[in-house]
């Protein structure tokens, strides 16, 4: 039996491992509603949005989500996540992709109108968790007024949690952030000629 082998060496290891992981997690003791942050390139941005959605719907919590870019079509996780009744919100408020547009007055109106909403949301004590999908597509365009946004998310009340997503984040935005996340694109499908796939994209 090699030293890697030896039951006992390991459960030491172990032991020791789990006495700093114990120590590091009881020396965190600030709890607030937190500003995340899912950008880059990758696949997957809006889609780990929507897990930490169902994770707080799980807990009991109310949820809003508002989606500025993308149009109204039906995905799988809006129909999915309403099931949930009254405990969701969901307000799909663009008109489409910008190249699907091609009217920039329009783009900006409607990304007008999903900033209200999200504000309402923002405001309403019910809410513990609320997703404000593409909101970094409408700032990169400069649809919305970026001080005030950022100045919005930042005076957000001590208990809510705000997830923004899309590429291309703001560094204003990632400055006053708690958590960032840039998602790489290593490999996907698409640019192998790959179509989307209902239960994949959408």
């Keep these: 039996m090699t030293g890697t082998d030896d039951p006992e060496r390991h459960k030491r290891k172990m032991e020791n491992r789990k006495a700093v992981q114990d120590a590091e997690v009881a020396g965190k003791t600030i709890e607030k509603g937190l500003l995340i ?24 919590w109310k949820v809003g989500i508002v989606q500025f870019i993308k149009g109204a079509w039906n995905t799988g996780e809006k129909t999915a996540l309403e099931r949930f009744g009254p405990q969701i919100e969901f307000h799909t408020l663009g008109e489409g992709f910008t190249w699907n547009t091609q009217d920039k007055a329009r783009d900006i109106a409607a990304c007008e109108r999903a900033w209200v909403k999200a504000k309402e949301l923002l405001a309403d004590p019910q809410f513990g968790l609320v997703i404000l999908d593409e909101l970094n597509i409408a700032l990169r365009y400069d649809y919305l007024p970026l ?7 930042a005076a957000r009340r001590p208990g809510l949690h705000v997830v923004v997503t899309g590429r291309n984040a703001k560094p204003e935005l990632i400055a006053v952030a708690d958590t960032v996340t840039d998602m790489g694109a290593v490999k996907h499908h698409f640019t192998a000629g790959v179509k989307t796939q209902v239960g994949i994209e959408h």
């Design 147 to 153: 001080a005030e946004v950022v100045a919005t998310l």
């Design 37 to 60: 942050v899912n950008t880059g390139p990758g696949k997957g941005k809006t889609t780990a949005a929507m897990g930490l959605a169902l994770r707080a719907l799980g807990h009991g």
